[in-house]
C-alpha cells in the first residue's frame, strides 16, 4: 500500500508526463496571451487615460495654424489628397470573425460513407473542432457513435475515444489552399502604369495562419494571402462626409525593409449605414465598385501590389488590367499595399490610345503639379438604387514620412506585410529576421484599441521563436 | 516588468504551472489548463506587487493554489487540497526542480535510460494520449500489465530527476 507522499509523487510524474507530451503548447500559450490583451482592453475601456502626446501634437498643430505657418509647412512635409475627401474621424469598431476552415480528409473510412460527410468544416476561434458531434451534422449520415465520437482530435478526454479493435478514421488538417500561388512582380510605371487589386477585404487566411502557428505546424506559403492578413484587422480612416460614399485614403512612407524604397498605403472606406438605407437587406452602398491606381512614371521607377498573389491561370486576366468588380456594403473598409522604388521625373510618350494622366504627348501647363503627384486612385462604382455611374477619385502628393514617424496605422499594416512576405519567402528580404518583424510589431508600445493586434504580437514572438 | 518580459514568463513557466495545476486539480486537464489561464491573467494585473527578488513561479503557484480554492469554493462538489498536502505537493515539486522549465529536458534525458518495456509504455500511453485500454491493446498486453509498468517507470523517472538535480545549471 502507498503511503500519501509516494501518491502525490506518483500523482506528479504523471501531470509532468502528461504536460510533456501536450502537443497544443503553442495554442495554449496563444490563448493565455489573449486573455491577458482582452482582459488589459477591457480594463483601459473602463479607465481611459489621456493621450498626453496626442493633445500635446493636437495643441502643436492648431498654434501652427494660427500663427499661419503650418499650412504652409504641412503641405511639402506631409503627403496630403487632393480630392474630395473628409478630415472627420469617426470610429467604427469593426468585429473580426475569427473562423478556420478545417478542410477534412478521413483516414480508413468506408468511402460510400465518406461521400455522405463533409469536405469543410468551418469553426469559431477558441472553439476547438468536435467534427460530427453535433445531432444535425449526424442527421445525414447513418455513422456509428463511436465512430462519432472518434472526431475530436483536440479533445483532452481520452475516454471519448473509441476502443474498438479496428483503428478509428481522424479527419486531417490539411493546412494549405491548392495550386502555387505566384507573388505580383514589380512593374514600372512606363510600360505598365495601371494597377488594380480586388476590394474584397476577406480575412480567412490569416485565421488558418493563426491557427497553424498556435498548433506549433510550419506555415506553408500557400496558405498566405497577405492581403487578408493585411484586412484581417481594422484601420481608422476618416468617415465619408455628406453625400459621399467612399473616403479615398493614402499616404506614402519610408520602407522599413529597404532604404531605397518606400510603400504607399491605400485604404478606402465606406459609408456607414444611413437612414435612408434599406434596412431589410445589408445596405449595399456601391454596386460593381473597382478601383484603379495609375502610377506617375516620373515619381516611381518601379512598383509592386503586396499581396494579391495569382494562382498561374489569373495571371493572363491581371496582366489585361483587369479586376473583379465587387459590391459594397456600408461601413466596408480595404487597404493595400504598394512597394515602391522612386525615381527622379522622366518623361516618355503613352501608348496609342492610352488616355494617361503623367504621361501626355506633350508637356502642359499642369504638368508642373502632376510630376509631384505619386499617383491617382480612381474608384468606379454604380450607385445600386439609380445604376448611375459615379466616380470618385484623388491623388497622392508630398514627401515620405519616415516610417517612424508615420501614423499607427501605417506601422502596422507595413509590419502584416512584412509578416506575410516572410512567411511567403517573398525576395528583397535579405537580412530581415522575425526580431525586426517583432521589433515593427511592437514599437507602438501604448494599449492599441485593436485587441487583436496584441495577439498578432504573439504569432510573431511565436515565429521568432523557431527561428532559433 | 514589461509586456515582453511577461511574455516571457508565460513561455517559460506555463508548461510547468500546467502539470502543476493538474496535481492540485486531481488530474483534470482542461480545468488545469484553465486555472492556469486565469492565474497568469491575474498575475499581469498584479504585476506592480510582485517583488522581484522573489522567485515568479513559486508567487504564480500561489496563485494558482488560490484560483483553485475560488472554484471549490463555488463549486461543493470540488474538494481543495489541504494546506499539509499542498506543501507536500510543493516539496516534492522542489526536490526534484519540477518548477523549472527545465524540467522538461531533463525528463527526457531520463527517459532515454528508462529499459525498453518501460519506455515502450511510457511512449504509448503519454505520447499517443491513449487510454490505458487503447494503449495496453497497442502494446498487446494487459491493462493491469501496462498500470503496473507505468508505475515502474514513473518511479524511475522520478528517482533520475532526483539524481539530476544538482548537475543541471
Redesign the interface.
Known amino acids: 500500500m502507498k503511503s500519501?507522499?509516494e501518491c502525490?509523487?506518483?500523482?506528479?510524474?504523471?501531470?509532468?508526463?502528461?504536460?510533456?507530451?501536450?502537443?497544443d503548447?503553442e495554442q495554449?500559450?496563444c490563448?493565455?496571451?489573449h486573455?491577458?490583451m482582452s482582459?488589459?482592453l477591457a480594463?483601459a475601456r473602463e479607465h481611459p487615460t489621456v493621450d498626453w502626446k496626442r493633445l500635446i501634437l493636437s495643441g502643436a498643430v492648431a498654434a501652427a495654424v494660427v500663427l499661419g505657418f503650418g499650412y504652409i509647412l504641412g503641405a511639402s512635409l506631409h503627403p496630403k489628397l487632393e480630392g474630395p475627401h473628409t478630415n472627420t474621424g469617426e470610429d467604427s469598431e469593426k468585429l473580426i470573425p475569427m473562423w478556420v476552415t478545417y478542410r477534412v480528409e478521413y483516414v480508413g473510412m468506408d468511402k460510400e460513407l465518406e461521400t455522405k460527410l463533409p469536405r469543410e468544416i468551418a469553426y469559431k476561434r477558441p472553439i476547438a473542432p468536435v467534427l460530427l458531434n453535433k445531432k444535425e451534422d449526424r442527421q445525414n449520415t447513418s455513422f456509428p457513435e463511436m465512430a462519432i465520437s472518434a472526431f475530436s482530435p483536440y479533445d483532452?478526454?481520452?475516454?471519448r475515444?473509441s476502443?474498438a479493435?479496428t483503428e478509428q478514421p481522424r479527419p486531417v488538417l490539411v493546412t494549405q489552399f491548392p495550386g502555387k500561388l505566384v507573388d505580383q512582380n514589380w512593374r514600372t510605371p512606363l510600360t505598365q502604369p495601371l494597377s488594380s487589386f480586388s476590394l474584397d477585404s476577406e480575412n480567412a487566411s490569416y485565421a488558418n495562419i493563426r491557427h497553424v502557428i498556435c498548433e506549433g505546424l510550419p506555415v506553408s506559403e500557400n496558405l498566405v494571402l497577405i492581403e487578408e492578413c493585411i484586412n484581417a484587422f481594422s484601420y481608422d480612416y476618416p468617415a465619408p462626409r455628406g453625400d459621399q460614399d467612399f473616403t479615398l485614403n493614402a499616404n506614402i512612407l519610408t520602407c522599413p525593409w529597404n532604404d531605397r524604397h518606400m510603400l504607399i498605403k491605400i485604404g478606402i472606406q465606406g459609408r456607414a449605414m444611413s437612414a435612408s438605407d434599406n434596412s431589410n437587406v445589408s445596405s449595399l452602398i456601391a454596386k460593381d465598385a473597382a478601383i484603379q491606381i495609375e502610377f506617375n512614371p516620373q515619381r516611381v521607377e518601379s512598383y509592386r501590389l503586396i499581396g494579391y498573389a495569382l494562382c498561374l491561370s489569373d495571371e493572363e486576366r491581371t496582366a489585361a488590367g483587369g479586376s473583379s468588380c465587387l459590391d459594397i456594403h456600408a461601413g466596408h473598409q480595404v487597404t493595400a499595399i504598394y512597394e515602391v522604388i522612386p525615381l527622379r521625373p522622366v518623361f516618355a510618350a503613352p501608348k496609342p490610345g492610352q488616355r494617361l494622366k503623367y504621361q501626355a504627348a506633350a508637356p502642359s501647363p499642369h504638368s508642373a503639379s502632376r510630376v509631384q503627384e505619386w499617383l491617382t486612385l480612381k474608384l468606379n462604382y454604380q450607385d445600386p438604387e439609380n445604376g448611375e455611374s459615379r466616380l470618385q477619385q484623388a491623388a497622392l502628393k508630398g514627401e515620405a514620412i519616415m516610417w517612424h514617424h508615420a501614423d499607427v496605422d501605417s506601422r502596422f499594416a507595413s509590419t502584416v506585410a512584412l509578416f506575410g512576405m516572410k512567411l511567403r519567402g517573398m525576395d528583397g528580404l535579405e537580412g530581415i529576421t522575425w526580431d525586426h518583424v517583432l521589433a515593427m510589431a511592437?514599437y507602438d508600445?501604448t494599449i492599441s484599441p485593436h485587441q487583436d493586434r496584441g495577439e498578432f504580437i504573439?504569432l510573431v514572438?511565436a515565429l521568432k521563436?523557431r527561428q532559433r | 516588468m514589461s509586456r515582453e518580459e511577461f511574455s516571457d514568463v508565460v513561455r517559460n513557466n506555463h508548461a510547468t504551472l500546467c502539470a502543476y495545476a493538474r496535481v492540485i486539480t486531481g488530474g483534470d486537464g482542461v480545468r488545469a489548463k484553465e486555472i492556469v489561464q486565469d492565474a497568469f491573467v491575474a498575475a499581469w494585473n498584479n504585476i506592480g506587487k510582485f517583488d522581484v527578488t522573489r522567485d515568479i513561479s513559486s508567487w504564480l503557484r500561489g496563485i494558482i493554489r488560490n484560483k483553485w480554492r475560488e472554484v471549490c469554493r463555488r463549486n461543493i462538489r470540488e474538494v481543495s487540497l489541504s494546506h499539509d498536502k499542498l506543501e507536500l505537493i510543493e516539496h516534492q515539486l522542489t526536490e526534484i526542480e519540477a518548477d523549472r522549465p527545465e524540467v522538461f529536458d531533463r525528463l527526457a534525458h531520463c527517459r532515454e535510460q528508462l529499459p525498453e518495456t518501460l519506455a515502450a509504455s511510457v511512449k504509448t500511453y503519454y505520447d499517443g494520449e491513449l487510454s490505458t485500454q487503447e494503449a495496453a491493446a497497442r502494446l498487446r498486453i494487459n491493462g493491469a500489465t501496462l498500470r503496473k509498468r507505468l508505475e515502474r517507470a514513473r518511479t524511475a523517472l522520478r528517482e533520475c530527476l532526483e539524481r539530476n538535480v544538482s548537475r543541471i545549471h
Open positions: 500519501q507522499e502525490y509523487q506518483d500523482d506528479l510524474m504523471d501531470c509532468l508526463l502528461k504536460e510533456q507530451a501536450r502537443k503548447r495554449v500559450i490563448e493565455i496571451e486573455a491577458i482582459q488589459t480594463q483532452d478526454d481520452p475516454s475515444f476502443t479493435e511592437q508600445t504573439s514572438k521563436s
